[in-house]
T-cell receptor, first 111, second 114 residues
């Protein structure tokens, strides 16, 4: 299996622009998670899905953030409008049981 | 809610020595404790995990111990090698049937000197 796939790997954008991060989970996994990693706050869970349905989005920082999972093999995390404080590494992870498997991450820089 | 404290934040050892990283958790009902290794520029990789019905688990040079009474768990790496250098994260799962509630420690940067 190719593992969790994320794109793009790096994204540089200007404040106010829309940013879309993409994730393809491991085939057969029924849970998908979006995390954000910063030096100050560590790894934070933003939202997770079970069978394509959002279960808990309490970690989403504000309304500028939204996530969708239209099918079992694809999810997006969108930030609109982006702000410099959104700069971080965003990880997608998937699981079938308790073990979560992370993708390589998207490093987002908002200038 | 659950809180996970991880110590030390940095650890430097000589190749061949052992390394120990410790974590404490606050919710006594937590029942799943994974450890992740994150190399530079990569995502966290699950290296070992332990469940609350087990006190110790070993996989080659790495082992994890769990003390439910004291609410702490530790990662032990023996015969360290330079490729063990990375940031290690512990986590605890909040019970209640939700797969998503993994709370992570702040990480330990391990440096193994050749």
């Amino acid at each position: 299996d190719a593992g969790v796939i994320q794109s793009p790997r790096h994204e540089v954008t200007e404040m106010g622009q829309e940013v879309t991060l993409r994730c393809k989970p491991i085939s057969g996994h029924d849970y998908l998670f979006w995390y954000r990693q910063t030096m100050m706050r560590g790894l934070e869970l933003l939202i997770y899905f079970n069978n394509n349905v959002p279960i808990d989005d309490s970690g989403m920082p504000e309304d500028r953030f939204s996530a969708k999972m239209p099918n079992a093999s694809f999810s997006t995390l969108k930030i609109q409008p982006s702000e410099p404080r959104d700069s971080a590494v965003y990880f997608c992870a998937s699981s079938l049981g308790e073990e979560q498997y992370f993708g390589p991450g998207t490093r987002l820089t908002v200038t | 809610g659950e809180n996970v404290e991880q110590h030390p934040s940095t650890l430097s050892v000589q190749e061949g020595d052992s390394a120990v990283i410790k974590c404490t958790y606050s919710d006594s009902a937590s029942n799943y404790f994974p450890w992740y290794k994150q190399e530079l520029g990569k995502g966290p990789q699950l290296i070992i995990d332990i469940r609350s019905n087990v006190g110790e688990k070993k996989d080659q040079r790495i082992a994890v111990t769990l003390n439910k009474t004291a609410k702490h768990f530790s990662l032990h790496i023996t015969e360290t090698q330079p490729e063990d250098s990375a940031v290690y994260f512990c986590a605890a799962r909040i019970p209640g049937g939700s797969q998503g509630n993994l709370i992570f420690g702040k990480g330990t940067k391990l440096s193994v000197k050749p």
